[in-house]
């Protein structure tokens, strides 16, 4: 009982970090992120005429996975950097994330085809093996250890926090879910204007930075004590 109490407090408090840390930092996510979550929201638009097409989705499937793999370097960077009380120039922050791009893609078709054989053989072993892994982008951009090593890294790093990991991203990811669907359907009443289209992805891409966040704590958390290289 007194474990369950003990995971229940870390997941509140990491949770309830990472919202004070967004909302310190929200003027600068702005700054950093609107253009790219611009750029990813028409990506998504342009998709929407193609979903009956299935190669020609999968084409855009694949560009969007492209680009929300420099994202998400920059994302991190973003969330180290401020974590470390340095400042963030968006040139420097893109510069720097283009390096780690062609790895972080890797790193994601990885995770993404271990956790579509995982989910189509029975869906928990895909759910495990995506929150074992789900470190190895963050492992792999600040301690620059190579793509293998980052992913078996990651799996080693997770083995005592599978919980904690699990539960915090489960319970952001579900109020976002809510949020997502309650905008939608505004946006179907509307008659699906594509303005308000871009508005609910672009907004949506700005929250799931607080997963980011959460799983960059709780990549602190648990690192081995180690000097980054």
Do not use: C
């Not at 078709?109 to 271990?114: A, D, E, P, S």
């Amino acid at each position: 009982m007194s474990d369950t109490s003990s995971l229940e407090d870390d997941v509140k408090s990491i949770i309830i970090s990472s919202f004070h840390f967004y909302k310190a930092s929200l003027q600068d996510i702005v700054r950093i992120f609107w253009l790219p979550f611009l750029v990813l929201a028409l990506l998504k638009l342009l998709s929407l005429p193609f979903l009956k097409n299935e190669l020609v989705y999968l084409r855009f499937l694949f560009a969007q996975l492209i680009f929300t793999s420099l994202i998400n370097g920059v994302a991190v960077l973003f969330i180290y950097a401020k974590s470390e009380g340095q400042s963030v120039s968006p040139a420097v922050l893109y510069g720097t994330a283009l390096k780690y791009w062609p790895g972080l893609l890797a790193i994601y078709v990885v995770i993404g085809l271990l956790f579509s054989v995982g989910f189509w053989l029975l869906v928990i072993p895909g759910v495990w093996i995506l929150t074992r892994l789900i470190l190895s982008d963050i492992i792999y951009v600040v301690e620059r250890p190579g793509i293998i090593p980052a992913l078996k890294q990651g799996m080693a790093q997770t083995k005592d926090s599978f919980w904690l990991i699990f539960l915090s991203v489960l319970g952001v990811s579900i109020s976002i879910l809510v949020a997502r669907l309650l905008l939608f359907s505004i946006y179907k009443a509307l008659g699906s204007n594509f303005i308000f289209y871009i508005m609910i992805e672009m907004l949506s891409s700005f929250i799931v930075l607080i997963v980011h966040i959460i799983l960059f704590r709780i990549y602190m958390l648990t690192r081995q004590e180690k000097p980054v290289q």
